[in-house]
């Protein structure tokens, strides 16, 4: 398996329809510069180490900003007023002559780049995408206009965002080990300490809480060989690394999307360069809109959804997974059944319960079926530029059923986790639906 061990490089090409003849015919963005925006965010967070948690409030906010420039020009889209906590009157700028599509990209560009660490690299690409403006046919006036606007609006979503908490998890004391029999340890081989063990606090975009909703409780740890957690280890031993067919191994490195990865190289760790589960939905999210060719404000929308989705969905499975504690089956199996044995994927560092992949992804598939339908076929190759070929699915319910199996595989979760990771997943995907009052449409409806 191949990995990128540097950020990637993308060019930007803005796609505009420039039209024939001799009339002049206005430049318009597509889904695709929506897209660019996001990809670009990926590779800040490739650079930076973003966890999952944090690259789901990173891509929300940027989405929202883009949503929000263009709810005031186009009266379809809902207000998020609405649909938010705690979401302020955010103050139209007194700004004319700007484009709205260009003013929502800039809008998201402002706020990336204010949020990520790699920051700056965001204003090189926003300077690229002004250049491509320019040679596209944009006014330098439309230009100065769009940004200002956008701009504008992503100051005011800043202030929101700067408001749900985030900048307190650094005040609370650090995250101590219970060292209870079944509670979480830290794996190798990094033995990264617990990622996020306060990103519960952080205030939901739509839920009434973290704990909303309740899923069923974990199998209660047991050393006992009847019981069903033991039975749970035996399922997860028999998925041992060196046990796994071409198939199998193929689906687990799929999905994997593990930012912590490391690989021992002598007396040293090199970090894997490897996208999050949420920025994989994302990049599935782009792909679809493209697919569809749904419009940019139809592509802004699904986009939008699907990032609060994603971090809502985190906070709620974060909440669960520090309340719970559990063990990992690799801890679990090493302490009491098979020291030798090795799971394919590295497991990441935070507790078991729920499955985080399985959570997001039915979370974000939940949104997308809602727009595109349930029969909609795709080829996801987000991660090509790291050595992982394309898979084809024929909707997106079988592709998150698919990224919960690879969990197991994995030999990083447990049977239960998957399962009930992927029903609270369900709901938290509904319930953004219904804040959005959004109906299903049919496939490429727009």
Not at 87 to 116: C, E, H, W
Request: proline share 7%; glycine share 8%.
């Amino acid at each position: 398996m191949k990995y990128l061990y540097f950020p990637v490089a993308i060019i930007l090409l803005i796609s505009v329809n420039l039209g024939c003849g001799p009339a002049k015919v206005t430049p318009k963005l597509t889904s695709a510069d929506i897209t660019k925006v996001i990809n670009q965010m990926m590779v800040g967070m490739l650079h930076d180490v973003t966890n999952p948690p944090l690259a789901a409030r990173f891509f929300s906010y940027t989405c929202i900003s883009g949503y929000e420039v263009l709810s005031k020009s186009d009266s379809k889209l809902q207000g998020l007023e609405s649909v938010l906590n705690n979401y302020p009157k955010i103050r139209n700028p007194s700004v004319t002559g700007f484009d709205p599509r260009l003013s929502a990209v800039f809008a998201m560009i402002a706020t990336a780049s204010k949020l990520q660490p790699s920051g700056p690299a965001m204003k090189v690409f926003e300077q690229k995408l002004i250049d491509s403006c320019l040679n596209a046919g944009f006014s330098r006036g439309k230009i100065d206009s769009s940004l200002k606007y956008g701009q504008q609006i992503s100051a005011q979503i800043m202030a929101y965002a700067k408001s749900d908490g985030y900048n307190k998890i650094s005040n609370y004391k650090r995250y101590t080990l219970t060292g209870t029999p079944g509670s979480w340890d830290p794996t190798p081989p990094a033995y990264i300490a617990a990622v996020e063990p306060y990103f519960s606090t952080v205030r939901p975009l739509t839920l009434k809480a973290s704990g909303q909703f309740v899923p069923a409780p974990p199998v209660p740890f047991s050393t006992d060989k009847g019981s069903a957690f033991y039975k749970y280890l035996l399922q997860c031993h028999s998925f041992d690394a060196d046990s796994l067919s071409t198939d199998q191994r193929t689906i687990a490195a799929f999905w994997d999307c593990n930012p912590f990865a490391v690989q021992d190289n002598g007396h040293m760790q090199i970090g894997l360069k490897k996208i999050s589960p949420g920025a994989h939905w994302m990049g599935i999210t782009g792909i679809a809109c493209k697919k569809a060719g749904a419009s940019f404000e139809r592509s802004m929308e699904v986009n939008t959804m699907v990032a609060i989705s994603l971090m809502d969905g985190f906070i709620a499975c974060w909440n669960e997974k520090y309340k719970t504690n559990r063990i990992r089956p690799e801890t679990a199996i090493h302490q009491y059944m098979d020291p030798r044995w090795h799971s394919f994927l590295q497991t990441p560092p935070f507790p078991e319960y729920l499955s985080g992949h399985s959570f997001i992804s039915s979370a974000a598939a939940g949104i997308l079926t809602s727009f595109f339908g349930d029969n909609f076929t795709y080829t996801d190759d987000v991660e090509v530029a790291f050595g992982i070929p394309p898979r084809k699915f024929s909707s997106f319910n079988k592709a998150a059923e698919e990224a919960g199996y690879s969990r197991l595989l994995g030999g990083i979760h447990f049977q239960d986790g998957i399962t009930n990771g992927k029903k609270q997943g369900e709901l938290v995907g509904a319930w953004v639906l219904g804040k959005f009052n959004h109906n299903s449409k049919p496939p490429g409806a727009q």
